[in-house]
């Protein structure tokens, strides 16, 4: 019998790796006013599994194709086709962002503008970032400093946020006093690196 995670994959044609199950016990810590936006969500999985453990989530996703397969699948999950870049905007509205493959597809200086939007427009978030080692040569692109987890946790201590390693596939950084103290919780009790 599939588990819940290999019934909601199969329609997106997605499979089930370790992060997922990172991610959903992240979120089931979460204080429930918490609000989750996924950049580059894709079919909005992710965001799916936020939903799932009773947080308010969004994703916002450039390929259209993707938004509507994942509305299909996900109907509970608010999924919107755009550029984060033209509508940063919507940082102001959440405070949990996942940013799953987005900083090694789009390199360091377009990461550098979301999160110096995220730093100076919010008073506090978490950000998890999926990292898969070998995740860019399985798929043939082209390496980039973001794509490795040194070059993640560099890239996050440049802008002076505080993190934590969760199971070697998901870095979780945090800004402002209530983000540290529940990073700090969340690395106590589910392990970190």
């Not at 370790?18 to 918490?34: V, W």
Request: glycine content about 10%.
């Amino acid at each position: 019998m599939p588990s819940r995670y290999q019934k909601d994959v199969n329609v997106i044609g997605k499979q089930v790796t370790p992060e997922y199950h990172i991610f959903e016990r992240i979120f089931s810590e979460l204080p429930k006013d918490c609000r989750v936006l996924d950049v580059a969500c894709a079919e909005g999985f992710i965001a799916h599994l936020a939903v799932r453990a009773g947080l308010r989530a969004t994703g916002i996703e450039i390929g259209g194709e993707k938004v509507a397969l994942g509305k299909k699948q996900f109907p509970g999950v608010d999924l919107c086709c755009g550029n984060i870049f033209e509508n940063l905007s919507m940082i102001q509205r959440h405070d949990v962002y996942v940013v799953s493959r987005f900083f090694h597809n789009v390199g360091e200086a377009w990461s550098n503008v979301l999160v110096s939007h995220m730093l100076a427009n919010s008073a506090g978030f978490l950000l998890l970032v999926r990292h898969k080692p070998g995740l860019l040569k399985e798929t043939g692109e082209k390496r980039q400093p973001l794509a490795t987890a040194k070059g993640v946790n560099s890239f996050l201590k440049k802008h002076g946020l505080n993190k934590k390693t969760f199971r070697g596939e998901v870095i979780v950084a945090a800004h402002g006093e209530k983000y540290e103290k529940l990073l700090s919780k969340l690395a106590h009790k589910h392990g970190s690196g």
